[in-house]
T-cell receptor
Framework: DGGITQSPKYLFRKEGQNVTLSCEQN?????MYWYRQDPGQGLRLIYY???????QKGDIAEGYSVSREKKESFPLTVTSAQKNPTAFYLC?????????????FGPGTRLTVT | QKEVEQDPGPLSVPEGAIVSLNCTYS??????FMWYRQYSRKGPELLMY????GNKEDGRFTAQVDKSSKYISLFIRDSQPSDSATYLC????????????FGSGTRLSIRP
């Protein structure tokens, strides 16, 4: 059963702590993306990766970091430098960046920082 | 001005009605136009995409693109309560160096 998994579904953290969100795909896609979704706003791109060991900043990369050591995995770390980390985080993948229109999303992780 | 504008709704219609969802955009470089459906607390799922202008039909769903007016639409025929969701339009200029731009989404509710 192919798809994208994100874990955990809900995550609670205290301010000042780093937290890592997991994203795994078994679609054999080259490109992976991280988005943030806030109420009343569209999806905003945090980071994306076109290939293993390579990634680029999106529009709102400050306070976030990623790694792409394996094709299937693209974890996102929300650092203590992120000023407003509470949000719904979505991971997506596409066959390649030339097919960016065909993005498949995971179920999302809702992060609450207090 | 945002690159993509979408009325947030909410839009409430009776079951069986025809629904029209719309987005306008300002960047004439956009070539691919997508519609995603997002159920509450879930990730978006791609409904359909259109390349350049024209219409595309898939079952009860029809996507229309009018590049001269920079206006796209999604029509849902014979709407069902299961169609209740947030619908996001999205656009891409067909460049691997460019990102998809998403609208903010329209909340749709179909009343039984």
């Amino acid at each position: 059963d192919g798809g994208i998994t994100q874990s955990p579904k809900y995550l609670f953290r205290k301010e000042g702590q780093n937290v890592t969100l997991s994203c795994e795909q078994n679609l054999n896609h080259d490109a992976m993306y991280w988005y943030r979704q806030d109420p009343g706003q569209g999806l905003r791109l945090i980071y994306y990766s076109q290939i293993v060991n390579d990634f680029q900043k999106g529009d709102i990369a400050e306070g976030y970091s990623v790694s792409r050591e394996k094709k299937e995995s693209f974890p996102l770390t929300v650092t203590s430098a992120q000023k407003n980390p509470t949000a719904f985080y979505l991971c997506a993948s596409s066959p390649g960046t030339s097919t960016s229109y065909e993005q498949y999303f995971g179920p999302g992780t809702r992060l609450t920082v207090t | 001005q945002k690159e993509v504008e979408q009325d947030p709704g909410p839009l409430s219609v009776p079951e069986g009605a025809i629904v029209s969802l719309n987005c306008t955009y300002s960047n004439s470089a956009f070539q691919y136009f997508m519609w995603y459906r997002q159920y509450s607390r879930k990730g978006p799922e791609l409904l359909m995409y259109t390349y350049s202008s024209g219409n595309k039909e898939d079952g009860r769903f029809t996507a229309q693109v009018d590049k001269s007016s920079k206006y796209i639409s999604l029509f849902i025929r014979d709407s069902q309560p299961s169609d209740s969701a947030t619908y996001l339009c999205a656009m891409w200029p067909y460049s691997s160096a460019s990102k998809i731009i998403f609208g903010s989404g329209t909340r749709l509710s179909i009343r039984p």
